[in-house]
């Protein structure tokens, strides 16, 4: 059994389950999980994890995200996609500058709240939103918070028939709705808008450049080279704080997961901290929730 990340380059048309599921088959092991759904029409990094690097999802979807697409003005569509019917279209009459595109672009960067589409996984009432769209039933969505690190154009419009689109890239954190972000741009300059192409370059610390393609994948577990693929699960905790444990701690109190005073390992632990003996991460400690000047692991891996 492996236990550490492989970076999955997705295509287009394919589901994040798909994935997984494909690597379960390849790999032979249950124990496959993803760090963040791409859609089945975007392509991109999926980050998948293996063995007791499945601990680590949930903090690896908090990471940043590194998006490369599309915006398309004068046309909405009912998914905020390329993929979904229009419903409605408005002519941009005129070209817009680069000025007016990059004033109204730079107005989405910092904290800011959005509605998610209706054609996304987002849950109400123990269903999810693309259920109730399928069905033709409107339901009120909740509101969701997002950070936007930057959001800028990075080609020069076109200006066709009344159309206008141009590239974008944006880097933003966990639970970023871009096509919705599409649509809001495009309310903010004036017309309808859609989401027309995407691509995630980078999430969970991983790059387009690390990624690995199903075939690649495929062709290294042939060649009896599949764990050249695997990062390690200590590459997943470079941004972490760090503490290398002595003997002691590590075998009397780190391994049996206890709960100690917050000073215990010769230092203040004021946020989750990687805690490593012989070279290898044991677990994540995080002040106690409940107790004060306590601390406790959040994760903990099994190294045996």
């Known amino acids: 059994m492996f236990h550490g990340m492989i970076p999955v380059w997705k295509a287009c048309g394919m589901t994040s389950h798909d994935v997984v599921f494909k690597l379960r088959k390849l790999l032979r092991m249950k124990k496959i999980g993803h760090t963040g759904t791409l859609d089945p029409q975007v392509d991109g990094v999926l980050v998948v994890c293996l063995g ?3 601990k680590l999802v949930e903090l690896l979807m908090d990471g940043d995200k590194l998006y490369r697409g599309e915006i398309t003005l004068g046309i909405a569509t009912e ?6 019917a229009e ?3 408005q002519f941009v009459s005129a070209p817009l500058s680069n000025a007016q595109i990059d004033q109204a672009m730079a107005m989405f960067q910092g904290e800011l709240t959005q509605i998610p589409p209706y054609y996304s996984a987002v849950k109400v009432n123990g269903k999810r939103l693309y259920e109730y769209a ?4 409107e339901v009120e969505r909740p509101i969701r918070q997002a950070r936007i690190d930057y959001f800028k154009r990075t080609s020069e419009p076109i200006y066709e028939n009344g159309i206008q689109r141009w590239s974008f890239e944006v880097q933003c954190g966990k639970g970023t ?3 919705t972000l599409a649509v809001d741009l495009g309310a903010q300059l004036g017309y309808p808008s859609h989401m027309s192409q995407l691509t995630r370059y980078a999430t969970g610390g991983f790059t387009k450049e690390q990624a690995f393609t199903l075939q690649q994948l495929a062709d290294l577990q042939a060649q009896g080279d599949i764990a050249s693929a695997v990062y390690p699960i200590e590459s997943a905790l470079q941004d972490y704080p760090q503490h290398e444990l002595s003997e002691q701690a590590f075998r009397q109190v780190v391994r049996n997961g206890q709960v100690v005073a917050q000073d215990y390992f010769g230092f203040s632990l004021t946020e989750p901290t990687a805690l490593y003996y012989d070279g290898l991460i044991w677990a994540i400690y995080a002040p106690h929730p409940t107790k004060k000047d306590r601390i406790k692991p959040i994760r903990m891996f099994n190294r045996e």
């Open 52 to 54: 007791e690097a499945t």
């Open 177 to 179: 709705y871009v096509r």
């Open 134 to 137: 399928r069905q033709g039933l």
């Open 87 to 89: 419903i409605e279209r």
């Open 79 to 84: 998914t905020e996609d390329a993929h979904g």
